[in-house]
């Protein structure tokens, strides 16, 4: 686990929970954070959590990953909150996430591009995957640019597989750059949600070492693959997602993956969304705005943030 503290520019997504175990979901961070139990001065900093939220205005804080707590508040001047206003791109248009039912997908229609699956990013392009080999040839190549593997790697910097406690968001716009670049074909993002009542998406790293991880928001590249059944040729969406799985896998199966209720008893996926390539974040609870990294600053620097961390 990490014991670095990392301090950060945030903007506050929510504010939840019942008093003394509130927690503070922040857009540039899947984790789950909270207050320090027997901080003196919580109601005051809860209470300018509340006030930056609502003038969606973002915030300095120190984060222990580790412990999943805010350790200090700070200001921010107003020249970094122009620069951060200025470099925050929305993506344009985006559509609206959906409720869902995980324990009412039926996956031999769920998946089906065109038919259950009719999202407005399909439209942007055309440029599919010809078959299911090319997707485990992307998701392999992906994977062995880990940074808990000794290189050396094809890019640079490394993808941070192996610490998925935080930055999906990263690793997933580094694959997006992976597959449109180098194998020349068309991604989306798929982001799931818990932005309901008490809803937590839980998983188990069980290929780091079989801990529970616990997010407000998971994204992942999502790919359109066509399938030939006989003379029927079909469009499955699959996702690409080294840091959970060892293939890529049907996107029923991704979602079903973040409701584990062994880990917790409020394990849920409220709601999920498909957007282009081009969104980077979400950048509100809701989850129908989402930031944009076109330069792959934002995307860089935080692979290089976390390429010495470890999960469990």
């Not at 989306?188 to 079989?210: H, I, P, R, Y």
Request: charge should be positive.
């Amino acid at each position: 686990m990490p014991t670095e503290r990392n301090t950060e520019i945030v903007t506050v997504a929510a504010v939840r929970g019942a008093k003394n175990a509130e927690e503070i979901l922040f857009n540039e961070k899947q984790q789950i954070f909270s207050l320090r139990t027997q901080e003196k001065s919580r109601p005051e900093l809860l209470g300018r959590l509340r006030e930056v939220l609502k003038k969606n205005e973002p915030l300095r804080v120190v984060l222990d990953p580790r412990k999943g707590v805010i350790q200090r508040i700070g200001t921010v001047e107003p020249g970094e909150v122009e620069e951060f206003h200025r470099n925050r791109k929305l993506l344009e248009k985006p559509a609206k996430s959906v409720a869902i039912n995980i324990d009412e997908i039926d996956p031999t229609a769920f998946n089906l591009v065109g038919r259950k699956l009719k999202w407005p990013a399909f439209k942007l392009c055309k440029k599919t995957l010809p078959n299911y080999s090319k997707a485990k040839q992307i998701f392999d190549f992906c994977a062995n640019q880990s940074c808990n593997l000794p290189g050396p790697y094809a890019i640079s910097p490394c993808i941070p597989f192996q610490y998925v406690i935080d930055g999906c968001y990263a690793r997933a716009h580094k694959m997006r750059k992976i597959i449109a670049e180098k194998y020349g074909y068309c991604c989306e993002k798929v982001f799931s949600f818990a932005n309901q009542n008490s809803d937590t998406l839980a998983v188990q790293a069980n290929k780091w070492g079989g801990c529970c991880v616990f997010w407000w928001y998971h994204v992942a590249p999502l790919v359109r693959v066509r399938i030939k059944l006989l003379s029927i040729s079909i469009e499955l969406a699959l996702v690409i997602d080294p840091g959970m799985f060892d293939k890529p896998v049907l996107l029923s199966s991704w979602l079903s993956a973040q409701k584990n209720t062994a880990c917790s008893a409020d394990a849920n996926v409220s709601m999920y969304s498909i957007q282009p390539g081009s969104a980077y974040s979400p950048a509100n609870y809701a989850g129908t705005q989402f930031t944009t990294d076109p330069n792959y600053t934002a995307t860089d620097q935080t692979l290089l943030n976390y390429q010495n961390l470890t999960t469990c």
